[in-house]
């Protein structure tokens, strides 16, 4: 792989990307070693995900206070402790594709704030697979009532199961974005949100240029990151549209830190 001199800045992808493969809850060991000799080297690292950040940083842990953050695919940007960017739903729409999500099949409802995420799960399994699996923030509620802070996204979970959205986006794709992350998530966030329009945040602040970023990335939420950047790069496993998107693939993150530190 040949990476241009000019790389300022990575910015990856987690689940199928950096959480390799998908499903995996935790880094490689030596990964965050080697995002540390890129840091060394004057480079900067985005974790970019549509995780929250309490677990995103819980991730993160040994150099959680030296990369930057794009969360909830693009709804909360963080860096040094500070949030950049908070962009929420209007909150009779979130309630609405709650609603939608609680009473409709058997997908479970996940809401997500900026600190939180709450559930009123239909099977008690799905409360315990995100708080002790996942290791995210998270509350049991009853009634979408008790969410009090500003809603960023709107999710369902199907284990392996999700079917086609195509129903999802023709009902809420004129006011919302609608899309997917592998193959458990439906994601529904304000319109015009994404990895891209949190990342150009991100780079204003740090006067970095889009040409002298790299993006790692594997999915449907990934598409907005890769296409912004210089040298985007795609997960060999990346979905068909993914893949079509980018002239180099991967089968580790870890080996594109590794030419980036010799």
Request: charged content about 25%.
């Amino acid at each position: 792989m040949i990476i241009p001199r000019n790389i300022r800045l990575i910015a990856s992808d987690l689940d199928g990307t950096l959480l390799h493969p998908l499903g995996s809850q935790a880094l490689k060991e030596g990964t965050c070693d080697l995002i540390r000799k890129w840091l060394d080297k004057g480079g900067l690292f985005v974790a970019a995900s549509g995780r929250q950040y309490a677990n995103l940083r819980l991730i993160f842990e040994p150099i959680r206070d030296d990369i930057h953050y794009i969360c909830e695919n693009g709804c909360l940007v963080m860096s040094e402790g500070k949030i950049l960017l908070e962009a929420a739903l209007e909150r009779d729409l979130a309630e609405q594709l709650s609603w939608d999500i609680l009473e409709n099949g058997d997908g479970e409802l996940l809401i997500s704030t900026a600190w939180t995420q709450f559930v009123i799960p239909k099977q008690d399994k799905f409360f315990y697979h995100m708080r002790d699996t996942v290791r995210v923030q998270v509350e049991r509620i009853t009634d979408i009532s008790e969410v009090k802070d500003p809603i960023l996204k709107v999710s369902m979970y199907r284990e392996n199961s999700l079917t086609d959205i195509t129903p999802w986006r023709e009902r809420y794709g004129a006011v919302c974005t609608v899309q997917t992350s592998g193959t458990d998530w439906l994601d529904m966030t304000p319109k015009g949100v994404s990895k891209a329009t949190a990342l150009e945040v991100l780079l204003n602040r740090l006067g970095v240029k889009p040409s002298e970023c790299m993006a790692l990335g594997d999915n449907e939420n990934d598409a907005s990151l890769l296409a912004m950047v210089g040298f985007p790069i795609a997960m060999s496993d990346a979905t068909p549209d993914i893949l079509k998107m980018v002239f180099q693939t991967t089968d580790s993150v870890e080996a594109v830190l590794r030419e980036m530190v010799r």
